[in-house]
């Protein structure tokens, strides 16, 4: 069955970084453009970033822009989120999804909490 499995998060000081990652298995990843998203409490689920079938193409949300870098390994069926220089108002539920055509799938969210 598909499945998206994110790992990667935990706590991390102010200015400290991770690195997520989104495993894909059940369907044909190198179709699927992929995106993380995340939400806070109380919060709406909003974009970070994204990242087309092929890798050519990135967009970020302001707010992470020249922080956060997306990438992807077809081979690997896996895209990674790299997040540098985080602050407190990252912390959140970070979700990975992929979208090909009508067809959409989520992962099950992976915590970041970024705190002294």
């Known amino acids: 069955q598909v499945q998206l499995v994110e790992s990667g998060g935990g706590l991390v000081q102010p200015g400290g970084s991770l690195r997520l990652s989104c495993k894909a298995s059940g369907f044909t990843f190198s179709r699927y453009a992929m995106s993380w998203y995340r939400q806070a409490p109380g919060k709406e689920r909003e974009l970070v970033a994204g990242i087309t079938s092929a890798g050519g193409s990135t967009n970020y949300a302001d707010s992470v822009k020249g922080r956060f870098t997306i990438s992807r390994d077809n081979a690997k069926n896996t895209v990674y989120l790299q997040m540098n220089s985080l602050k407190p108002e990252d912390t959140a539920v970070y979700y990975c999804?992929?979208?090909?055509?009508?067809?959409?799938?989520w992962g099950q969210g992976t915590q970041v909490t970024v705190s002294s």
């Open positions: 999804k992929a979208d090909f055509a009508w067809l959409l799938y």
